[in-house]
């Protein structure tokens, strides 16, 4: 079992950062990719950001250059700098971890950015 805990989700002006926060705890010896998805009000659950268990990192479009993904393997936790935020970037941010044949999630941080 993999338990998340999302935290760092809060308020902010548009062009401000906030960085959000996944600790994970359990069996995360064997994770493959660790992922942030966000879920806008009537909008469908998109990935904007993964890191492989290699490495690798991908971005949604929409947020390349201003999201980083990144992780303290100290701390077994994983964050995600968000930079130059939007309007359009209010969500309920997620982390989420995935195994073979198995994914977990955390309970979700809201982000609201104000125009």
């Known amino acids: 079992q993999v338990q998340l805990v999302e935290s760092g989700g809060g308020l902010v002006q548009a062009g401000g950062s906030l960085r959000l926060s996944c600790a994970a705890s359990?069996?995360?010896?064997?994770?493959?990719?660790m992922n942030w998805y966000r879920q806008a009000p009537g909008k469908q659950r998109e990935l904007v950001a993964a890191?492989?268990?290699?490495?690798?990192?991908t971005y949604a479009d929409s947020v390349k250059g201003r999201y980083t993904i990144s992780r303290d393997n100290a701390k077994n936790t994983v964050y995600l700098q968000m930079n130059s935020l939007k309007p359009e970037d209010t969500a309920v941010y997620y982390c989420a971890f995935l195994k073979v044949g198995r994914d977990y999630w955390g309970q979700g941080t809201q982000v609201t950015v104000s125009s």
């Open positions: 890191l492989r268990s290699g490495g690798t990192t």
């Open positions: 359990g069996s995360i010896f064997d994770i493959l990719t």
